[in-house]
T-cell receptor, first 112, second 117 residues
Framework: ETGVTQSPTHLIKTRGQQVTLRCSSQ?????VSWYQQALGQGPQFIFQ?????ENGRGNFPPRFSGLQFPNYSSELNVNALELDDSALYLC???WGGGQGAFFGQGTRLTVV | AQKITQTQPGMFVQEKEAVTLDCTYD???????LFWYKQPSSGEMIFLIY??????QNATEGRYSLNFQKARKSANLVISASQLGDSAMYFC??????????????FGKGTKLTVNP
């Protein structure tokens, strides 16, 4: 067990709605990253937060946004949901040393 | 350009035998890190092993070893003495540079490993 927890584990939303996914980082980790994993694909980097500031973003539109809180927990917000947003969303935390990130169990989002 | 290539969509191995999962990468950054993760059907990505670009020796973690061939830009995962519980998806990933605590990982498409009894 990595100590990284995500909630909820499963979620069904309607196209056009907004969703918030949550992540609790492993103790001592100051960096959190979010990934989207479509079915049958590898995870794709969405963005990363380091000490509450975004310090890297992948090729995702602005309707994907995030927050990191002083306790290093994090949220991923997605507005105006589209059917293609259906995926497993993974949160990963690390201490920023570059030697690896530890992932949560993911949130499986289905947009109908 | 694709940065991580895993050419084996699926692999089969008999229990107790060794298996090698292939990974090649592409980067112009002299400083990078290579990772292998295991993803069972439950979805969680489980960290297995890490190799830094400047590490002189191949990384090992228990039954996992990373065959790092820098000139060929390959980072193959070797699992010795396969167990039924090793059946899962395996992803190779790369981190480029270490700017400002960046932990951005680029993943391959994965290899599905099936261990047969």
């Amino acid at each position: 067990e990595t100590g990284v927890t995500q909630s909820p584990t499963h979620l069904i939303k309607t196209r056009g709605q907004q969703v918030t996914l949550r992540c609790s980082s492993q103790s001592g980790h100051n960096t959190v990253s979010w990934y989207q994993q479509a079915l049958g694909q590898g995870p794709q980097f969405i963005f990363q937060y380091y000490r509450e500031e975004e310090n890297g973003r992948g090729n995702f539109p602005p309707r994907f946004s995030g927050l990191q809180f002083p306790n290093y927990s994090s949220e991923l917000n997605v507005n105006a949901l589209e059917l293609d947003d259906s995926a497993l969303y993974l949160c990963a935390s690390s201490w920023g040393g570059g030697q690896g990130a530890f992932f949560g169990q993911g949130t499986r989002l289905t947009v109908v | 350009a694709q940065k991580i290539t895993q050419t084996q969509p699926g692999m089969f191995v008999q229990e107790k035998e060794a298996v090698t999962l292939d990974c090649t990468y592409d980067t112009s950054d002299p400083s990078y890190g290579l990772f292998w993760y295991k993803q069972p059907s439950s979805g969680e990505m489980i960290f297995l092993i890490y190799q830094g670009s400047y590490d002189q020796q191949n990384a090992t973690e228990g039954r996992y070893s990373l065959n790092f061939q820098k000139a060929r830009k390959s980072a193959n995962l070797v699992i010795s003495a396969s167990q039924l519980g090793d059946s899962a998806m395996y992803f190779c990933a790369m981190r480029e540079g270490v700017q400002g605590g960046s932990e951005k990982l680029v993943f391959g498409k994965g290899t599905k490993l099936t261990v047969n009894p």
